[in-house]
């Protein structure tokens, strides 16, 4: 039994498949973690995580490690990638479309510290899937408008007005929710 990533990966490379669910059984939460935050429905999150290890199981000889972190932040990359595919293809559009562009959304003052995870999380999820692979990609995930631009082949000032307007969303949302509270 593998205790360290990179134990578990030399076991994979030599077909150990209960090195293989030991991996699976070790990422499965944050990985679903991720995708769950791109893809809002629940069994297309189920498929593309299933094909996101059958890509990593068939490609792991071409990973490369790096030390601690680098095997997580591997298959995230799968993810992520899998992910907006998934995305990309359901749309059968380009990510971003004009109707989606909602007129000026009023950016609110919000406190989500204050908003359980999980009822934040479904607020991402019910974002347009424009507004909400951005957010994602900048906010979550560390990509610059730039790369968050290239990676879904839009412009960087579509980048940044789409960012502005899934926090405007969110914000309200927040606010919605911190009143219902009260």
């Not at 792991?60 to 680098?70: A, L, M, N, P, T």
Request: proline letters at 3%; glycine letters at 4%; charged letters at 30%.
């Amino acid at each position: 039994m593998a205790t360290s990533d990179k134990d578990l990966i030399e076991f994979i490379r030599k077909g150990d498949r209960v090195a293989m669910k030991q991996l699976y059984d070790r990422f499965i939460g944050s990985l679903s973690f991720i995708c769950s935050r791109y893809i809002s429905d629940n069994e297309e999150v189920k498929d593309i995580l299933h094909d996101c290890f059958i890509k990593i199981f068939s490609s792991i000889d071409k990973f490369r490690w790096q030390g601690e972190g680098s095997l997580k932040a591997w298959m995230t990359r799968i993810v992520i990638n899998e992910s907006l595919k998934h995305l990309k293809t359901k749309e059968k559009s380009p990510l971003m479309r004009y109707d989606d562009i909602q007129q000026d959304i009023p950016e609110e003052d919000a406190n989500p510290e204050r908003i359980p995870l999980d009822v934040l999380l479904g607020f991402i999820r019910e974002l347009p899937p424009g507004y909400r692979a951005v957010f994602n990609l900048v906010v979550f995930d560390g990509y610059s408008h730039k790369q968050a631009a290239a990676e879904l082949g839009i412009s960087e000032s579509t980048s940044a007005s789409q960012l502005h307007r899934a926090k405007a969303i969110l914000a309200k949302r927040i606010n919605e929710y911190g009143r219902l509270e009260q």
